[in-house]
């Protein structure tokens, strides 16, 4: 399994400002997601993260809007960049682990999310 | 396109049980997910089906039919911590979650 950590644990920002949301994980993984939440929603997909190389990112997603970094196997930071009340949401870190035994798979682990407010 | 169905809301009551449906249309098919997401908390995984039939675990089960695109968690004997959103996600061919919208589970006394 994995242990995630994510910092803040919630904000409340001012439109235009930019927040860096920074994501932990206790054992190096190869994959990083960052999803978004919005109010009463399912979870969207921004863009998954390897070390290494450029962030892919979802449609309606842009690295301009939300700019990654991967510098290692353990860490990740998300921006979210000249804020609107739109972008209120929770955003969610999480990676796949693999799970072995008699039917083995990747498992998706979650952080704690950041709660994110703007105004 | 991808798409994943499931109810938007159900009720039931403490001590019963309830099925939560979820089916679904994906390019590809590496396995289906069930989450537990309390009110404010991350999601938590639940169970994982890959093949047909059904996986049982506690007072939780999920079953798989692949031919049909069909999936449900059965929940029994419940409790009202049980009261929570159920995601359903099925793992495409890029090996992709795609996230259904989630189910509102809501236990009565």
């Known amino acids: 399994s994995a242990v995630i950590s994510q910092k803040p644990s919630r904000d409340i920002c001012q439109r235009g400002t930019s927040l860096t949301i920074q994501c932990q994980v206790d054992?190096?993984?190869?994959?990083m997601f960052w999803y978004r939440q919005q109010p009463g929603q399912s979870l969207t997909l921004i863009a998954t993260?390897?070390?290494?190389?450029?962030?892919?990112?979802e449609s309606g997603f842009v690295i301009d809007k939300f700019p990654i970094s991967r510098p290692n196997l353990t860490f990740s930071t998300l921006t979210v960049s000249n804020m609107s009340p739109e972008d209120s949401s929770i955003y969610l870190c999480?990676?796949?682990?693999?799970?072995?035994?008699?039917?083995?798979?990747?498992?998706?682990?979650f952080g704690p999310g950041t709660r994110l407010t703007v105004l | 396109g991808q798409n994943i169905d499931q109810p938007t809301e159900m009720t039931a009551t403490e001590g019963a049980i309830v099925q939560i449906n979820c089916t679904y249309q994906?390019?590809?098919?590496?396995?289906l997910f069930w989450y537990q997401q309390h009110a404010g908390e991350a999601p938590t995984f639940l169970s994982y089906?890959?093949l047909d039939g059904l996986e049982e675990k506690g007072r939780f089960s999920s079953f798989l039919s692949r031919s049909k695109g069909y999936s449900y968690l059965l929940l029994k004997e419940l409790q009202m911590k049980d009261s929570a959103s159920y995601l359903c996600?099925?793992?495409?061919?890029?090996?992709?979650?795609?996230w259904g919208a989630g189910t509102k589970l809501i236990i009565k006394p």
């Open positions: 994906t390019s590809g098919f590496n396995g």
């Open positions: 054992s190096q993984v190869t994959m």
């Open positions: 993260a390897n070390q290494g190389s450029e962030a892919t990112y």
């Open positions: 089906n890959v």
């Open positions: 996600a099925v793992m495409d061919s890029n090996y992709q979650l795609i």
């Open positions: 999480s990676v796949v682990s693999g799970r072995e035994g008699i039917s083995s798979y990747n498992e998706q682990f």
